[in-house]
Structure formats: C-alpha cells, structure tokens
C-alpha cells in the first residue's frame, strides 16, 4: 500500500499561471480532504470530497480555487491566475470513512509545496 | 472564534530527557482532540488521541493530558530520542456534522540535542 500519494512535490509558478495539484488516496479510501499549510503555521481546512461530490468546500477561498474527485483518477485541486500569496504546501488525506471512529483512520500525504514567483 | 493555539513555538531539549508540548483551545464544546508529529518535509503523522471524556491516555512513551477545565491539553514524551525531533501539532476535529474537519494549531518546534 503506498499510502496517499500527491504529485508534484514541488511545483513553481509565475502570477497568473495555473496550478494543478493532484491526490491519490489510498486503497479502499473513498473520502479526500485537501488543507493548505502557510510557512510557520498550522494545517487549514480547505476541502472535503466523496468519489464524484464536494461534501463541503468552507475552506476553499471564493475565487480561483475548485477541486474535484472524478469517478476515475486522482482527486484535483486547481488555482488558477496564482498569485504569491498561494505559495504554500498543500496537503491531501484521505479516510475509509468519517472521523466520528478516529482521526487515526485518516492518513496525509507528503504534499505539494507550490511557490508562486 | 474556535482556535487552537500553542503556548510555545520552540522546545530543546537533550536526549532522554521527557519532553512536553502544551496547547490550549478555546472551543469548550470540543470532544475530540489528536497530536501530529510532521517532520520536515513530510506529512503530519497521528501519534495519539484523545477524547473528552478522557483525562489521560498513554500510548508507546507517549502520553496525552487532557484538561478541560482550563481548556488545555499536553503532549508527554518519554525518553526523547533525536527520531522525536520535528514539529508538534495539536489538532481538535469537528463534532456532528463536522466530524472530519481538522482544526489545527500553530505547532510547537522540538529539537532533540544528542
């Protein structure tokens, strides 16, 4: 089992550009949840997403920023027109199901540290 | 607003010795609560829970306190070796409806001098 497995790990982008980051959970986790880390600070919510539905995006900021989990292939976070203030790490988990058996079902990725220029 | 906050940013301490990280939360509704130990450039990795109706749970040279009178809780570990060495988070999950949502505080830096 390789755990959850995000690509790239490291992505650089000029303001304007658009960023992919992508999210494979593990085997047999059908819930993704996205958090983004600023440099010196804790992990933020962002997303939480079901195979093909957005359970509840609170976290994600009005503009620019959507994510999907198709029925087929990773789960996608997607900014577009970057600006500096999106250089950060982001973080994908994932879980079988709820947190209501235990935040020990949940597993992080290593993550994608995106840096704007 | 709901928060989780660390008391201290940086801790050094030398090998053996017990470390311990403080947090305190302002959420008095909050049942459920989780360290994360992330090394760098790594992901967080769970270390141990704990729930409120708890006030101690041990786990292998690790230890959680739980106080929820004075809304804080600590993060004991025994014999610290330098593989202990890395970024300490506590993180508090959502209730209900929310019982996913991880909210996390700032994190507290533990170094482990050989």
Redesign the interface.
């Known amino acids: 089992n390789a755990g959850?497995m995000q690509n790239p790990r490291h992505l650089v982008r000029r303001r304007g550009q658009e960023a992919r980051l992508r999210c494979s959970p593990m085997k047999g986790h059908s819930?993704v949840?996205w958090?983004r880390q600023l440099p010196?600070?804790?992990?933020?919510?962002m997303v939480?997403l079901q195979k093909e539905n957005i359970i509840?995006e609170s976290g994600m900021p009005k503009e620019r920023f959507s994510a999907e989990f198709p029925k087929e292939g990773p789960s996608i976070l997607r900014i577009q027109q970057v600006v500096r203030g999106d250089s950060a790490a982001y973080?994908c988990?994932s879980?079988p199901r709820?947190?209501?058996s235990?935040?020990?079902v949940?597993t992080?990725?290593?993550?994608s540290r995106l840096t704007v220029l | 607003g709901e928060s989780?906050g660390l008391h201290l940013p940086t801790l050094s301490v030398q090998e053996g010795d017990n470390s311990i990280i403080n947090c305190a939360y302002s959420n008095s509704a909050s049942d459920?609560f989780?360290w994360y130990k992330q090394e760098s450039?790594?992901?967080?990795?769970?270390i141990i829970?704990i729930r409120s109706n708890m006030d101690k749970r041990q786990g292998q040279r690790v230890t959680v306190l739980l106080n929820k009178t004075v809304k804080h809780l600590s993060l004991q570990i025994a014999a610290t070796q330098p593989g202990d060495s890395a970024v300490y988070?506590c993180?508090e999950?959502?209730s209900g409806g929310?019982?996913?949502?991880?909210?996390?505080?700032?994190?507290t830096l533990l170094t482990v001098n050989p």
């Open positions: 959850v819930h949840y958090y010196e600070e804790g992990l933020k919510f939480y509840d973080f988990a879980s709820t947190g209501a235990g935040a020990n949940l992080f990725g290593a993550g | 989780v459920y989780i450039g790594k992901g967080p990795q769970f829970d988070f993180a999950m959502g929310s019982n996913y949502k991880l909210t996390f505080g700032k994190g």
